[in-house]
């Protein structure tokens, strides 16, 4: 089964940072783009930023660009999002997401950040 | 960036009876559209993709339509497990964006 587990997620201050990261286990985890989605609490969903199977394809929402950084690490099978100059509004659950041809798409349970002083 | 757009915000249906959920696109995406359904406390589930195929163990009573800027998602006959909240999602370029939910509720 494909499982996706995100972590370290946390209380942080304005303008602070944090590292998040996504272990993913029963699919051939380097064949697959990787997404970050996150939801802020009591609101929808909104992509945050995607990165190809080979790392070399890397998108990123505009309220993120130059702050969030996604990265990958085939070797672990691992999915990171740095994040830098935190703002109060990127408050949510932030889920690690694969997708793949036809109805692949599985969702990791999710890590909360917490922006706040 | 496009905008996905649905309506209504909220529908107030009848177990057993028909919801028809909408969502508009700002421009052409194709049929890449995608509906997730979620629940409170979990993360969302694929429905439907290619703007009308079902997802694996998805009920035929769920179906998806449409093409261009018009999709819909009908729902023949409420079951107690389908409220909740669907969005639709585009993903013809980047960014790919959601709609901001219709939350299907007991009338």
């Known amino acids: 089964d494909v499982q996706l587990v995100e972590s370290g997620g946390g209380l942080v201050q304005p303008g602070g940072s944090l590292r998040l990261s996504c272990s993913a286990s029963g699919f051939t985890f380097r064949t697959y783009a990787m997404h970050w989605v996150r939801q802020a609490p009591g609101k929808g969903l909104e992509y945050v930023s995607m990165i190809s199977d080979n790392g070399r394809s890397i998108y990123y929402v505009d309220s993120v660009k130059g702050r969030f950084t996604i990265s990958r690490d085939n070797s672990k099978n691992t999915l990171y999002l740095q994040m830098s100059s935190l703002r109060v509004e990127d408050t949510a659950v932030y889920y690690c997401?694969?997708?793949?041809?036809?109805?692949?798409?599985?969702w990791g349970q999710g890590t909360l950040v917490t922006v706040s002083s | 960036e496009i905008v996905m757009t649905q309506s209504p915000a909220t529908l107030s249906v009848s177990p057993g009876e028909r919801a028809t959920l909408s969502c508009r696109a700002s421009?052409?995406?194709?049929?890449?559209l995608a509906w997730y359904q979620q629940r409170p406390g979990r993360a969302p589930r694929l429905l439907i993709y290619?703007?009308?195929i079902r997802a694996t163990g998805i009920p035929p009573r769920l179906s998806g339509s449409g093409s261009g800027t018009e999709f819909t998602l009908t729902i023949s006959s409420l079951q107690s497990e389908d409220f909740a909240v669907y969005y639709c999602?585009?993903?013809?370029?980047?960014?790919?964006?959601f709609g901001q939910g219709t939350k299907v509720e007991i009338k």
């Open positions: 290619g703007s009308s």
């Open positions: 999602q585009h993903y013809d370029n980047w960014p790919w964006t």
């Open positions: 997401v694969t997708k793949g041809v036809g109805d692949f798409d599985h």
């Open positions: 421009q052409s995406v194709g049929s890449n």
